[in-house]
């Protein structure tokens, strides 16, 4: 059949949308796309669907496609609504090359009814009995649910015909140059394609899997990296993850894009591509949620509705299923207890959370020791159905606020981060695009605070940021959670540049390694950056990295046992980070520790003032 002319993914303009009567503003031609969503309150200026301003037999929506184009289907569905119901049960299709002589559908000599639909979300796709090339295409509605208002959301089915002189096709036509597989995979298709991945680059890559799903699924990650399976001492780790919803497959497919691209272009020597895969270990898990993927390809990209496959199999929403450490956090905060009994960072997991009767999915649980396993620097995890990158926090102090800015002590780090992916897509901060559904986000650069634009308990980023050393944003890549196919060489050409340049990020800041007099590296001290109530810890290897903008920087090291030390860091304006390291040595007290211990249960006789001469004179020889 033919792909979607694109009334949901807005390749269809407003101007190209027609009715013949609209109830409202809100209500008109322009949100008559398949799968829009109404704001949350009545009477919303951008309303769920298109509804006709009377209900009669004479309403029509139209759709001008802008050169011929062999028509084959239409989808409807109801109106987008929390309050009321209102969806067409049957209509009939007409087609015009001018749009003042129509010709209906036909089948036989009678005019062909169309059954549509039976509730307002499900889409229902009607084939027409036999292609017909026109410009224009009319849905009349003819009989709609009887207690509420003729309403539709529509998708047409439609392909170009060829038409070398179409001005407005070649304007909007966008093509790629690199030869990737342009394809949904499903899991069997996704191994396949990593496996040949694998074999093409074996140098650099590795697959391997964090854990299970539900129905035993494996949550498949590769690795890139010039040491596949190695953590080197001074590398930065890096996330990408997607499909946590497992209906928003856009995500998915771009990492299995980047994985293609980055081993292509390593073969062929790109520069770029071969600094990022040897300064930094890359992780990609394109696919948390592989049992609700599955349900959402099974009835494809344009029949799926809004949510089917959205949870996971056993009912959960894995972006609202981490641990929320932010009440534990603000609650300490508001004791003033920060950070002397409770610390600003590295927050633990509450017993109840860990308990098998919490509802936790099997998927939140393996992504958690995945976090926890890796000392990751920087991650993105790719989401569907906006056009916005969001960093946290994703919930606000206040329960009773739904809607409330709620930025990090490392806010303008984390709105660096988000405008370096919003600001390098070729859609996301253009102010001329028009909206996915009710908000207007390429006014605000392509960014949001998390907690402002509505508030979640338990989201990934925050759970990243309050557990790990790890900065997580959320990258939402379309408005169309489930694009069609001949969709995706647009939206790698759409992603690509901000796909490498916020991987890039990671290498911001300041890095270092922190050891003893004697050289050997300090596992699990801490990092304390003046000014920045957020401290981050060195991984096994003593080794830590810091995200933060230009600028310069008091930063103190610490551990247990040794005294602290603190020097300035100057973080520039070029990529890379500052190397700072630091030599910790022992505190008078651990050394005392360390002697008594030696001497076991014998009374020392040493004078602590001796002890304390002999430790300096240990100092100044090494
Ligand atoms: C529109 O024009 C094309 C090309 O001339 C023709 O094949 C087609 O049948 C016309 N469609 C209608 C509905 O008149
Ligand atoms: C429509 O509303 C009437 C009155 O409230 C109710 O009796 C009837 O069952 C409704 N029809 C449907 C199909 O829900
Ligand atoms: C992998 O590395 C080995 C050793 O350096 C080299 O001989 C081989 O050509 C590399 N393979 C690929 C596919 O790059
Ligand atoms: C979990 O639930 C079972 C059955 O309801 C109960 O017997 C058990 O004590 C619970 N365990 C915990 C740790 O709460
Ligand atoms: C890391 O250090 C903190 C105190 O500085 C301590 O509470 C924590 O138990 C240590 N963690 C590990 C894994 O050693």
Not at 29 to 42: C, V
Not at 52 to 74: I, S
Not at 379 to 405: C, F
Request: charged share 25%.
């Amino acid at each position: 059949g033919c792909p979607p002319l694109g009334l949901e993914t807005l390749r269809i303009d407003d101007f190209q949308l027609h009715a013949s009567t609209v109830k409202r503003y809100g209500l008109g031609a322009h949100r008559g796309r398949l799968n829009i969503q109404a704001g949350i309150y009545e009477d919303d200026f951008y309303d769920g669907a298109w509804c006709a301003g009377r209900n009669d037999p004479f309403q029509w929506f139209e759709v001008d496609a802008r050169r011929l184009t062999k028509f084959t289907g239409v989808i409807t569905q109801g109106r987008n609504s929390l309050w009321s119901s209102d969806w067409v049960t049957t209509y009939k299709v007409l087609v015009s090359n001018d749009s003042h002589t129509w010709i209906t559908i036909k089948i036989g000599d009678e005019d062909m009814v169309f059954e549509a639909n039976q509730e307002k979300e499900i889409p229902v796709l009607n084939e027409l009995p036999v292609p017909v090339i026109a410009r224009y295409i009319r849905i009349s509605p003819r009989t709609w649910y009887e207690n509420g208002s003729i309403c539709m959301r529509v998708e047409i089915l439609g392909c170009p015909m060829p038409d070398p002189n179409n001005y407005y096709h070649r304007r909007n036509e966008i093509t790629t140059t690199d030869n990737l597989d342009f394809r949904h995979h499903n899991y069997k298709e996704m191994r396949q394609l990593m496996k040949l991945v694998n074999e093409m680059c074996p140098n650099i890559t590795r697959i391997y899997n964090i854990g299970k799903s539900h129905q035993g699924l494996k949550l498949y990650a590769v690795e890139i990296s010039d040491n596949p399976g190695e953590h080197e001492v001074g590398e930065p780790e890096f996330r990408y993850s997607a499909g946590a919803h497992g209906n928003e497959v856009l995500g998915r497919e771009l990492l299995l894009m980047l994985m293609q691209f980055m081993c292509q272009e390593y073969l062929a020597g790109n520069p770029r591509v071969k600094h990022l895969v040897e300064e930094t270990r890359i992780h990609l898990l394109p696919s948390i949620n592989p049992d609700g993927y599955e349900k959402a390809y099974e009835v494809g990209s344009e029949l799926g509705g809004w949510s089917l496959g959205r949870w996971t199999h056993d009912g959960i929403d894995i972006n609202h299923n981490f641990p929320d450490l932010n009440s534990i956090l603000w609650e300490a905060e508001d004791r003033n207890w920060v950070p002397r009994k409770v610390p600003n960072h590295h927050l633990p997991i509450p017993e109840w959370y860990l308990s098998e009767n919490a509802t936790v999915a099997v998927e939140t649980r393996a992504v958690i020791a995945w976090m926890e396993k890796i000392p990751f620097v920087l991650g993105g995890n790719l989401q569907g159905g906006e056009l916005v990158v969001t960093y946290p926090y994703d919930m606000t102090r206040s329960v009773w606020k739904t809607q409330e800015y709620t930025g990090t002590p490392d806010d303008h780090v984390f709105h660096w981060l988000a405008f370096s992916y919003a600001s390098t897509h070729r859609l996301m901060t253009d102010a001329n695009r028009r909206v996915c559904h009710t908000e207007a986000f390429a006014k605000e650069d392509g960014t949001i605070n998390g907690a402002s634009w509505h508030t979640v308990a338990g989201s990934i980023n925050d759970f990243s940021y309050l557990h790990t050393n790890c900065f997580e944003l959320s990258i939402h890549v379309g408005c169309d959670k489930f694009p069609h196919e001949t969709e995706l060489p647009e939206e790698w050409e759409n992603n690509r540049e901000s796909l490498l340049v916020f991987m890039e990020q990671v290498h911001r800041g300041i890095k270092g390694v922190v050891s003893d007099v004697h050289g050997n590296a300090l596992q699990n001290a801490t990092i304390l950056v003046e000014g920045i109530s957020h401290d981050i810890r060195t991984a096994i290897d003593g080794d830590y990295w810091r995200l933060l903008n230009p600028g310069e920087y008091k930063v103190t090291a610490k551990a247990d046992g040794y005294s602290g030390s603190t020097k300035n860091c100057d973080v520039g304006y070029d990529m890379g980070a500052t190397q700072c390291d630091f030599v910790l040595s022992k505190t008078n007290l651990a050394r005392i520790k360390e002697i008594m211990e030696k001497f076991g249960k014998q009374p020392i006789n040493l004078p602590l003032k001796r002890i304390k001469q002999r430790a300096r004179q240990r100092r100044r020889q090494t």
